[in-house]
Structures are given as structure tokens and as C-alpha cells.
Nanobody
Framework: VQLQAFGGGLVQAGGSLRLSCAAS????????MGWFRQAPGKEREFVAA????????YYADSVKGRFTISRDNAKNTVYLQMNSLKPEDTAVYYC????????????????WGQGTQVTVSS
């Protein structure tokens, strides 16, 4: 199983980025998909998740209204559209696949991608 995240980069505050995470060798449509982030010196934290069916989404309070998670099961890909970015959004962003359990809990996820760096300058 491989999850490959890409789309990170350097952006000014107020700008936008779209992250993508492509899954391979995984029955993608069976998995809930999540995004987490980890800033330097901090623990990895939940950002957003979407149920396997695409019908339910979950967001951290810190990104609600600014970030949107979506998925395309035909392309085995999950996206994170990030708007109105803030310097505090700077982190390495990881995608992850969850078969069952809590979308908020890191330990419940079955597979992780390698991460993509997002840097927001003030």
C-alpha cells in the first residue's frame, strides 16, 4: 500500500493551496481518509477527514470554514483545499487511510503517506 501526498509549497498568508493524496494497492473506496499535520516541535494533529462514501466530513475547529476535504474514488485520490492560509498552518501535512475506528485518532489509521511541507509566510 502506498499513499503519496503532494501539492505543498510556500504561500503567503491569505493564499491557497490544494493538497492531493494518491493511493495505490488499496481498496480506496473502503477507507475513510484523513489529513493530519505536524508543525516543528509539536505533535501530529488532526486536520480533516472524509468517510469512505464521501458523505460525511470532519474538520478541526482551527480549519473549519477555510479547508475542504474531498475525494474521488474513481481516481483513488483525496484532496485538501486550503484557503485563507495562516502562518500557523505551516506544517508537514500527512494523508492517512482508516478502515475502522475514530477519524480523530492517529493510532486507528492503517496507512500513512510520507507528508508534504506547507509553509505560510506572513
Amino acid at each position: 500500500v502506498q499513499l503519496q501526498a503532494f501539492g505543498g509549497g510556500l504561500v503567503q498568508a491569505g493564499g491557497s493551496l490544494r493538497l492531493s493524496c494518491a493511493a495505490s494497492r488499496l481498496t480506496f473506496s473502503r477507507y475513510n481518509m484523513g489529513w493530519f499535520r505536524q508543525a516543528p516541535g509539536k505533535e501530529r494533529e488532526f486536520v480533516a477527514a472524509m468517510a469512505w462514501s464521501g458523505g460525511t466530513t470532519y474538520y478541526a475547529d482551527s480549519v473549519k470554514g477555510r479547508f475542504t476535504i474531498s475525494r474521488d474514488n474513481a481516481k483513488n485520490t483525496v484532496y485538501l483545499q486550503m484557503n485563507s492560509l495562516k502562518p500557523e498552518d505551516t506544517a508537514v501535512y500527512y494523508c492517512a487511510a482508516l478502515l475502522s475506528g475514530s477519524v480523530y485518532r492517529l493510532a486507528d489509521y492503517n496507512y500513512w503517506g510520507q507528508g508534504t511541507q506547507v509553509t505560510v509566510s506572513s
